[in-house]
């Protein structure tokens, strides 16, 4: 089993930074892959990105490449979705997700493990 929960959500303006935190506990956190998710009111959850067990191997959705970044801190059992220039589409709420397996994945069924999810919001 793994827990999951994230942090560093917020009601920020056009154009800043935020950068959220996915703690995790239980299962080895340094042999699985862990992704980000959101779900904008009345649509369904999204893929954002993904990281692989060791770090060095990232995906992104189209509409967050080049803003977002995905990393991990495996000593810390923490990953990370540092989030800049962010946009009003990008109001949401951010899922953390973690999988059994060590590749990343931009499905949301090969995800075993999600974390209640954080609030962000971004004002026009």
């Known amino acids: 089993q793994v827990q999951l929960v994230e942090s560093g959500g917020g009601l920020v303006q056009a154009g800043a930074s935020l950068r959220l935190s996915c703690a995790a506990s239980?299962?080895?956190?340094?042999?699985?892959?862990m992704g980000w998710f959101r779900q904008a009111p009345g649509k369904e959850r999204e893929f954002v990105a993904a990281i692989n067990w060791s770090g060095d191997r990232t995906d992104y959705s189209d509409s967050v490449k080049g803003r977002f970044t995905i990393s991990r801190d495996n000593a810390k059992n923490t990953a990370f979705l540092q989030m800049n220039s962010l946009k009003p589409e990008d109001t949401a709420v951010y899922y953390c997700?973690?999988?059994?397996?060590?590749?990343?994945?931009?499905?949301?069924?090969?995800?075993?493990?999600w974390g209640p999810g954080t609030q962000v919001t971004v004002s026009s």
């Open positions: 997700a973690a999988r059994q397996y060590a590749s990343a994945r931009r499905l949301e069924t090969e995800y075993n493990y």
């Open positions: 239980g299962r080895t956190f340094g042999s699985i892959a």
